[in-house]
């Protein structure tokens, strides 16, 4: 579908020597050259504050290149190919007069101009601006923005203003990672082509979903961000809440980046406010102390490096949350994520009903409900547990349950699954917007957290302890066992 479609871009990507870009933006980039999807003639211009040139930045990036790609997928002739498209420019983003340079090296092609943010957002604003006085290119630009947008509802208004100022909304590609994973994409195929499932996704069929979205990793150098952040600002606002909304929203018309999005936006409306006394029974808020993670000894939150010994920001969170509308009445989403629990792992456990009737063994009434897990990382995959009769002849009808299993790199034989970036960064190149965040969404999403973080607030209750290495605070698991259910383990 893509052969028609012209995908020669001039690619600035503003921040090019931070961590996003140098982690997950070149190897991406690498791996599309790699892919042959990088377009004959497309060019890259690496922007950022340091003073270099451009066979420093190239030489820097091959480093990079070589500790980051696995050595399996590491090839030096795509590399070289790659670095040639690369030259760098210093540039402070606050200075307006150094911009028209960058449209000197903009006028020397005609192809699609693409403007990547990878910069603290309080920079987009300024950014567009500054491309705007140098008349560079403002109609035909796309241009990509990293999240968070903003730390609460007004402060993202303020930069979703900044940037409605210069650019068009169809011109915006606010990316969350999540939705350029594989698995998360696979929502919509699951949902959306099998009407098996189709048929079964409402109050009527499940009696409650989870999702889990657990790192094993801590702060990792990034304590100045993340403190001021804490996890609900950074994964539950923007990821957990579009995993939620995959999962929840009603059929879109086609797949069209409206028509998703316009579901989404639904479901962040419905979201039933969490009150303040709501707040025990619907939210858990953790930071975790000392403990250990893959065996070894790992410090808390509190004395990683960089840390104020006194943050009271939450490295955990377990929500229990509500849609409001006929679909889902009466079924909570448990959802949970944090930093420094004992894997890496997400998940969506779909919890169906059981049958209206049951006729086998009492004793075995507790298996009775079917479960689809949905694993997004690590292994993807799905797994059906269903009921089946025990073997054997003196079983008579005992049940056993066990799973209709699809693990993709085992039944579909890929050898690699690509990285969110790759994904994202191809769309861009190709305009499509379905796998990026609109405005509206990420305002609902903020008013919903908003209120959440406000009562935390009000309340100056200080986050519960977990050790790193556990599952969060023991309360994340009262939460849901009060409601007579716990949290999925693959037995
Ligand atoms: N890092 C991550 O894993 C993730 C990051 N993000 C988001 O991506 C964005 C970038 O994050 P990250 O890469 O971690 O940030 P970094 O601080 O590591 O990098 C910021 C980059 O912006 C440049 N920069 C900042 N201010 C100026 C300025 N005034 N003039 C010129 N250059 C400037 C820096 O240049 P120089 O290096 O020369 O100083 C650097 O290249 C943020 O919005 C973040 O929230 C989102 C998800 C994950
Ligand atoms: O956006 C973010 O995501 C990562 C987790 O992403 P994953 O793809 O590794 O699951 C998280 O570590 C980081 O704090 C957050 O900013």
């Avoid at 989403?333 to 930093?339: E, N, V």
Wanted: charged residues 25%; negative net charge.
């Amino acid at each position: 579908m893509a052969d028609h479609i012209d995908t020669r871009c001039d690619l600035m990507l503003f921040g090019a020597l931070g961590d996003l870009a140098q982690r997950k933006l070149f190897p991406a980039l690498y791996q599309l050259e790699r892919a042959n999807l990088l377009a004959e003639g497309s060019r890259i211009l690496a922007i950022a504050r340091t003073e270099a040139d451009t066979p420093e930045v190239r030489n820097r990036l091959l480093e990079k290149l070589q500790q980051q790609i696995k050595a399996s997928e590491f090839d030096e002739s795509v590399a070289q190919a790659f670095l040639a498209r690369v030259e760098y420019k210093q540039l402070d983003f606050t200075d307006p007069g150094g911009f028209s340079e960058l449209n000197d090296w903009r006028n020397s092609a005609h192809n699609q101009l693409i403007v990547y943010m990878a910069t603290p957002p309080a920079m987009y604003g300024v950014i567009a601006r500054n491309l705007r006085s140098a008349d560079c290119c403002i109609e035909k630009t796309r241009v990509v923005v990293e999240k968070p947008i903003g730390h609460d509802l007004e402060s993202s208004r303020v930069i979703n203003d900044e940037l409605g100022e210069v650019y068009h909304e169809s011109q915006l590609f606010r990316i969350d990672h999540y939705l350029g994973k594989e698995t998360v994409q696979n929502l919509i195929a699951l949902r959306f082509a099998n009407n098996l499932f189709a048929s079964q996704w409402d109050q009527n069929h499940i009696s409650h979903v989870e999702i889990t979205v657990a790192e094993s990793v801590g702060i990792e150098g990034r304590w100045g961000y993340f403190d001021k952040a804490g996890q609900i600002r950074d994964m539950i606002q923007n990821h957990l809440l579009q995993l939620l909304c995959l999962i929840a929203m009603d059929p879109p018309s086609d797949l069209s980046a409206d028509s998703i999005r316009d579901e989404k936006v639904k479901i962040l409306k419905a979201l039933r406010r969490i009150t303040p006394d709501m707040m025990e029974q619907y939210v858990v808020r953790g930071q975790y102390v000392a403990g250990t993670s893959n065996g070894r000894p790992v410090p808390g939150y509190l004395e990683e490096e960089g840390a104020n010994k006194g943050s009271g920001t939450e490295t955990f969170v377990a929500l229990k949350v509500e849609i409001d509308n006929w679909r889902w009445s009466g079924v909570p989403f448990y959802i949970r994520t944090g930093k420094r629990l004992p894997e890496k792992l997400s998940q969506i456990i779909i919890h169906f009903k059981p049958a209206p009737h049951y006729i086998f063994d009492p004793d075995q009434k507790h298996l009775a409900n079917n479960k689809l897990i949905i694993r997004l990382q690590p292994d993807e995959g799905m797994a059906l547990k269903i009921l089946t009769k025990d073997q054997g002849l003196d079983k008579g009808m005992r049940l056993r349950q066990g799973p209709l299993e699809l693990t993709f790199s085992e039944t579909f034989d890929t050898d690699r699954i690509p990285d969110a970036y790759e994904r994202l960064l191809w769309e861009v190149m190709k305009g499509n917007q379905y796998l990026f965040v609109r405005r509206d969404e990420v305002e609902h999403a903020w008013r919903w957290v908003d209120q959440v973080i406000q009562n935390w607030q009000d309340s100056n209750e200080p986050p519960k302890r977990y050790a790193a290495g556990t599952w969060g605070p023991v309360a994340s698991i009262a939460m849901i066992t009060r409601d007579g259910r716990s949290w999925y383990e693959d037995a």
